[in-house]
Nanobody, 122 residues
Framework: QVQLVESGGGWVQAGGSLRLSCAAS????????MGWYRQAPGKQRELVAG???????NYAESVKGRFTISRDNAKNTVYLQMNSLKPEDTAVYFC????????????????WGKGTLVTVSS
C-alpha cells in the first residue's frame, strides 16, 4: 500500500507565497520522477512542475520563475515553493510519483495524492 499525502495548501492574497509538501509512504522500493499537477474548476488537470530522481526539473510556462520544485529523497518527499502567486494559480494541486513497490519492484506505475486546495485572492 502506497500513500501520497499533500499538505500546505490554503488561502493567500495575490503576490503571496505558499509551500506545498507531498510525502510518499508505504512499501516503496524506489521513486523515480515526482511532480505537481493542478486542476482549476472547469479545466483539465495540467502539469505544473516535475523533478527526476537525479534532480532535473521542468516547469509549465505559466509558473516559470515563480515556482520551484525540489525533493528530499531520504524522506520520499517533494516540495513546491510558490511565490508571486496570482489568482489564476487557484486550483487543487495534486502530487504525483512514478515509483516501484517492494512486492513488484521490476514494474513501475504512477500514484496520486488526493490534492490540496490553493486559493489566491486578488
Amino acid at each position: 500500500q502506497v500513500q501520497l499525502v499533500e499538505s500546505g495548501g490554503g488561502w493567500v492574497q495575490a503576490g503571496g507565497s505558499l509551500r506545498l509538501s507531498c510525502a510518499a509512504s508505504g512499501s516503496i522500493f524506489s521513486i523515480n520522477a515526482m511532480g505537481w499537477y493542478r486542476q482549476a474548476p472547469g479545466k483539465q488537470r495540467e502539469l505544473v512542475a516535475g523533478i527526476t530522481s537525479g534532480g532535473s526539473t521542468n516547469y509549465a510556462e505559466s509558473v516559470k520563475g515563480r515556482f520551484t520544485i525540489s525533493r528530499d529523497n531520504a524522506k520520499n518527499t517533494v516540495y513546491l515553493q510558490m511565490n508571486s502567486l496570482k489568482p489564476e494559480d487557484t486550483a487543487v494541486y495534486f502530487c504525483n510519483a512514478d515509483l516501484q513497490v517492494l512486492r513488484d519492484w521490476m514494474n513501475h506505475r504512477a500514484y496520486w495524492g488526493k490534492g490540496t486546495l490553493v486559493t489566491v485572492s486578488s
